[in-house]
């Protein structure tokens, strides 16, 4: 059974740092795609940061780019998404996801080519 398990969520204030984790377990994430989704209440969720089944490109929505990193270790079947500048926008619940068929690729940002979500960790920034 697989499992994707978020960590690193909280409270920060404007212009703070957050860093999320996902594990994996169950199935390996090498030569999968993996994205990082956000949901805030009343709104759909959406495409924050992705990356190819070969780790080679990065995909970030317009929004974050530039405050926001993406990064997975296939050793540790860990995926890291690591916010700076952190705005009251931002706030939202971050789920990762993990695509369950090798070596796709595609458009990474949409939601629907994802297999395996999280339970998703909730992100709060105050102004």
């Known amino acids: 059974q697989v499992q994707l398990v978020e960590s690193g969520g909280g409270l920060v204030q404007a212009g703070g740092s957050l860093r999320l984790s996902c594990s994996t377990s169950?199935?390996?994430?090498?030569?999968?795609?993996m994205g990082w989704f956000r949901q805030a209440p009343g709104k759909e969720r959406e495409s924050v940061a992705a990356?190819?089944?070969?780790?080679?490109?990065?995909f970030y929505a317009d929004s974050v780019r530039g405050r926001f990193s993406i990064s997975r270790d296939n050793a540790k079947n860990t995926l890291v998404l690591q916010m700076n500048n952190l705005k009251p926008e931002d706030t939202a619940v971050y789920y990762c996801?993990?695509?369950?068929?090798?070596?796709?690729?595609?458009?990474?940002?949409?939601?629907?080519?994802?297999?395996?979500w999280g339970q998703g960790t909730q992100v709060t920034v105050s102004s």
């Open positions: 990356s190819s089944w070969s780790g080679s490109s990065m």
């Open positions: 996801a993990l695509d369950q068929i090798m070596l796709r690729g595609g458009d990474y940002t949409r939601s629907a080519r994802y297999d395996y």
């Open positions: 169950g199935r390996t994430f090498s030569n999968r795609a």
